[in-house]
């Protein structure tokens, strides 16, 4: 079958701006450079109580994300959890003695990460362990923790 | 792709001309060989026993056996409705009948492998009552699909096929007319052309004739007949043209009411005692053949609707 | 009481009956496909009749969607001192909602009736019959290339719905509400996730463009051979077509966003 030049020309177009459409989601609307750029390193903490955090949960300093969540694992030696950072190579200057808390996005959102910067000279490196760590607040928990708190106050008052 | 078909084709036709031993008609391109072909053996290209088929429940065909020689005009005839157009169908392969068999050249048509029905088909040409032309197309390309489909011919001699098959039938200067833009005579002999295009060993007209004006009739009917004796090709007419048909049938078949009424050669039928086929074909309006579908008494019918009312 | 249960399976059986035929239907297709490697050309004209021709819709919805989800997602998050927030969450629902999900609604709309429309007419006119007599398959001829076609121009619509709606919602964000364009693009870039987010919406676009164009083209392919029978099938397209979208999409989201936020 012939083919009419316009139409195939239309449809190059067409294919065209499908294709800048899907590169300017990739690149414009999310970060495919946290993807691509592989050269980061990778440190670890250990926590009691992990929550809801997941698997690319962000790593936030300050509020600004600096790193993903790469990796959740149980150790069953002392029933912690162990959860592995991938964080971006430019923030290379991050303390030693850094602690890490898991907060969460707002009173029901996401769970995540925050780093709170130490005072060492020395910086993190490839495969470093965070060695203070905050668990997640669980929300049930805490409810349960007031409510008793409450009572005991109350009594001994 | 295509070049392979085209190979596929030979191979087919080697094959069955083994099988069938002087079986030359079944060689693609070579119409004389297929005219020797039908000078030397008479038998039957189309073999159609105990055929039996029915449109949910309502029987079109019960015990049919009809044979179309090689080579020859056979023409099916019979009144509106009878089932001629479904016969051409399980011909082609389109329908499945519930029992009986339906052999062209050989082969069951109904048991045929897809492929093999496929490569059967290639060798048939059907002229659709409709015309049925693809309507996203112009004339030039409607009679051009089926040789860009199945052959790798290059552009210049495609052109060259069209024009001939367009001539033939006296429209090579409508081919950049939308099929929308024919009228339905003219859209019949544009799909004849496509029909022809592939030079097949058998054509399926049905009804060829209807909606032509008396010029254009004598062209078709010398153009049937000339196409089947120059090309060696075997000719299956469906028509109502009782004369124009007659006049190039070298056979005749009369169905009604799912059987074969009568059949033999027109001069013989024109001499039949049978006052069926008188009637039929010198289109008396009282006999034996009806006119009506089958339906109850028409004056009790009329009596019960006043009656309930 | 006996007939009703009787009529009741009747209907049960002639559902049953088409959901089985639609599926040797994609089957008997599917054989075809390898065949159209070898003449991409039938994949571009159909891309033609159905993308390209589909353009003008996809874009001006896209642009008056975004524009008024970032309008009236302003207006609530305002309220919570949010409104830097206002680019990813426009994103997202673009991303992972809205552009497959409305792109697949009109394009059942748009490209799907006229599928229909086509391949029912061709069969009520005998050409489908026709090109069978002249050995042609038209599930290789008209049906795949129709539905690869159409398979592929979804994806590229939705991508492109969501692209402009982005947009429109940035104009809106940024020249009408005041807010910052820097907040605007970084929030989305640190809250749109390439798989999480944008791949999983090419994934459903994906899959819509699939089943929107196999229930137009078989719709189309199994209608009546009269007039009617052509409106009846165009209709079910729409309507059997937006539905399926919409289950599908139910489905689709909780398998793809169900244990993760
Ligand atoms: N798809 C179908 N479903 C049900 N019945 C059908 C169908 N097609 C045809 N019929 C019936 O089968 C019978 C034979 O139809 P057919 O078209 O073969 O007749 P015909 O002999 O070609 O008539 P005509 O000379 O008018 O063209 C008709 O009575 C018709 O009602
Ligand atoms: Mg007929």
């Known amino acids: ?157 | ?309 | 009481m006996i007939t009703q249960l009787q009529h009741l399976g009747a209907w049960a059986l002639k559902r049953f009956e088409r959901l089985g035929r639609s599926h040797l239907f994609l089957f008997h297709v599917s054989a075809g496909l390898g065949e159209l490697l070898t003449r991409p050309g039938l994949v571009i004209q159909q891309i033609f009749a159905i993308g390209v021709l589909s353009l003008p819709i996809i874009l001006v919805a896209g642009l008056f969607v975004g524009m008024v989800l970032a309008l009236q997602l302003y207006n609530t998050m305002v309220n919570f001192g949010a409104e830097q927030s206002l680019g990813p969450v426009v994103a997202l629902s673009l991303v992972r909602e809205l552009g497959p999900v409305v792109t697949a609604l009109l394009f059942a709309g748009r490209a799907g009736s006229a599928l229909a429309a086509e391949i029912g007419l061709m069969k009520a006119t005998e050409q489908l019959s026709s090109m069978e007599m002249m050995a042609v398959d038209p599930m290789r001829r008209i049906i795949a290339p129709r539905l690869v076609g159409g398979a592929l121009s979804l994806p590229l619509l939705a991508a492109m719905f969501s692209a402009i709606g982005v947009s429109g919602g940035f104009m809106v964000a940024t020249g009408l509400l005041g807010v910052d364009s820097n907040a605007y693009w970084s929030q989305m870039q640190a809250n749109v996730d390439l798989f999480d987010d944008i791949a999983n919406g090419v994934i459903k676009s994906i899959v819509f463009g699939v089943v929107v164009t196999w229930i137009a083209v078989f719709e189309g392919y199994d209608a009546a051979p009269t007039s009617e029978g052509v409106a009846r099938a165009t209709t079910r397209t729409v309507v059997n077509g937006s539905l399926a979208v919409l289950g599908l999409d139910f489905i689709l989201t909780a398998l793809m966003f169900g244990d993760n936020g």
């Open chain 2, 1 to 309: 792709m295509k070049r392979e078909h085209s190979i596929q084709i030979k191979v087919l036709s080697a094959s069955g001309y083994f099988e069938h031993g002087v079986n030359l008609r079944t060689m693609p391109d070579s119409g004389w060989l297929r005219m020797v072909g039908s000078m030397l053996d008479g038998s039957s290209l189309v073999e159609i026993r105990g055929l039996r088929f029915g449109y949910s429940g309502r029987m079109i065909f019960n015990e049919v056996d009809i044979d179309i020689q090689r080579g020859k005009v056979t023409a099916i005839m019979g009144p509106s409705g009878t089932g001629k157009t479904t016969l051409l169908r399980l011909i082609g392969g389109q329908e499945y009948p519930s029992s009986g068999t339906i052999r062209v050249d050989g082969a069951n048509v109904p048991e045929l492998s897809r492929n093999n029905l496929y490569q059967l088909r290639k060798r048939m040409g059907m002229l659709f009552q409709s015309g049925a032309l693809l309507t996203d197309l112009n004339v030039f390309d409607n009679v051009a699909f089926p040789l860009r489909e199945h052959t790798d011919l290059p552009e210049m001699m495609i052109r060259d096929l069209v024009l001939i098959k367009l001539q033939a039938v006296g429209l090579r200067g409508a081919r950049d007319l939308m099929p929308s833009a024919l009228s339905g005579g003219m859209a019949r002999r544009v799909a004849l052309a496509r029909a022809i295009a592939l030079d097949p060993m058998m054509m399926m007209y049905d009804e060829p004739f209807s909606g032509q004006d008396p010029i254009s009739m004598g062209v078709l009917v010398k153009l049937i007949r000339e196409l089947n004796d120059a090309l060696g090709m075997t000719t299956i007419i469906v028509s109502h043209d009782v004369n124009e048909t007659a006049s190039i049938a070298d056979y005749l078949y009369l169905l009604s009411e799912g059987k074969v009424v009568e059949h033999g050669t027109p001069e013989r039928l024109r001499q039949s005692g049978s006052e069926w086929t008188r009637q039929f074909l010198e289109g008396l309006p009282d006999g034996p053949v009806p006119f009506h579908y089958p339906a109850p008494d028409f004056a009790e019918e009329l009596l019960q609707v006043s009656a309930s009312q």
């Open chain 1, 1 to 157: 079958m012939r083919q009419s030049r316009a139409v195939e020309i239309w449809v190059g177009v067409f294919v065209a701006l499908g294709f800048s459409a899907l590169l300017m989601l990739a690149m414009k609307v999310s970060s495919i450079t946290s993807y691509i750029d592989n050269k980061g390193y990778q440190i670890s903490a250990a926590f009691e109580n992990i929550g809801g955090l997941t698997v690319r949960a962000p790593v936030r300093i300050a509020g600004v994300r600096i790193g993903r969540v790469s990796d959740i694992r149980f150790d069953s030696d002392t029933f912690q959890a162990i959860v592995s950072m991938r964080i971006d190579a430019q923030y290379n200057h991050l303390p030693l003695d850094s602690s890490a808390s898991i907060l969460t996005d707002g009173l029901l959102g996401e769970n995540y990460i925050g780093l709170e910067p130490g005072g060492d000279e020395e910086s993190l490196k490839e495969g470093d362990r965070i060695e203070i760590t905050q668990s997640a607040l669980v929300l049930e928990k805490l409810i349960g923790q007031f409510l008793f708190s409450r009572s005991q106050g109350g009594a001994s008052k």
